[in-house]
T-cell receptor
């Protein structure tokens, strides 16, 4: 059974780079690893998705090593508005096909 | 483009009753997935529907069921409610299967008393 592990919380200051790592084992070999951001009283919002190596978009980078047992979300130069909960999402096989498994979430607090 | 909508936003039910939640996906999206979010367990995958067929399912009891209509709208039903079913139920839609980028609705807050 697949399992994901993320740090419960992280603190940072405005302008710093933040790296959040998610460990995941027994995940599907051919599926993406995805990261979401969630603010209070809202549904999660897609940040970035990758399969292997490095992916970059306008808001974040995602690093995935060759063994795919972990992934690291990198947020460059965070601001106060980046204070939120960040989740990794992986796919894993189960008896009914494929289950989508969220990590427990990392609460990022950004201070000025 | 309108986002994912969920109705109702809040619901209070009594133990033993059943409840039906509704989700309207983004226009053109064919996949709808349902998640349960609680402070203790976090976000847990319930099931995914694609083109009116259940494609994937999480580890929830049979009391939790769903369906998808030809217009991609989806409903989730929980029968014989238990106190532990109190949670935020989130619906997400995507163009292809849920393993791709998903767009989440605001959720339905269910309280079971």
């Amino acid at each position: 059974l697949a399992k994901t592990t993320q740090p419960i919380s992280m603190d940072s200051y405005e302008g710093q780079e933040v790296n959040i790592t998610c460990s995941h084992n027994n995940i599907a070999t051919n599926d993406y690893i995805t990261w979401y951001q969630q603010f209070p009283s809202q549904g999660p919002r897609f940040i970035i998705q990758g399969y292997k190596t490095k992916v970059t978009n306008e808001v974040a980078s995602l690093f995935i090593p060759a063994d795919r047992k972990s992934s690291t979300l990198s947020l460059p130069r965070v601001s106060l508005s980046d204070t939120a909960v960040y989740y990794c999402l992986v796919a894993a096989g189960n008896q009914a096909g494929t289950a989508l498994i969220f990590g427990k979430g990392t609460t990022l607090s950004v201070s000025s | 483009k309108a986002g994912v909508t969920q109705t109702p936003r809040y619901l209070i039910k009594t133990r033993g009753q059943q409840v039906t939640l509704s989700c309207s996906p983004i226009s053109g999206h064919r996949s709808v997935s349902w998640y349960q979010q609680t402070p203790g367990q976090g976000l847990q995958f319930l099931f995914e529907y694609f083109s009116e067929t259940q494609r994937n399912k999480g580890n929830f009891p049979g009391r939790f069921s769903g369906r998808q209509f030809s217009n991609s709208r989806s409903e989730m039903n929980v029968s014989t409610l238990e106190l532990g079913d109190s949670a935020l139920y989130l619906c997400a839609s995507s163009l292809q299967l849920a393993k791709s980028e998903q767009y989440f609705g605001p959720g339905t807050r269910l309280t079971v008393t």
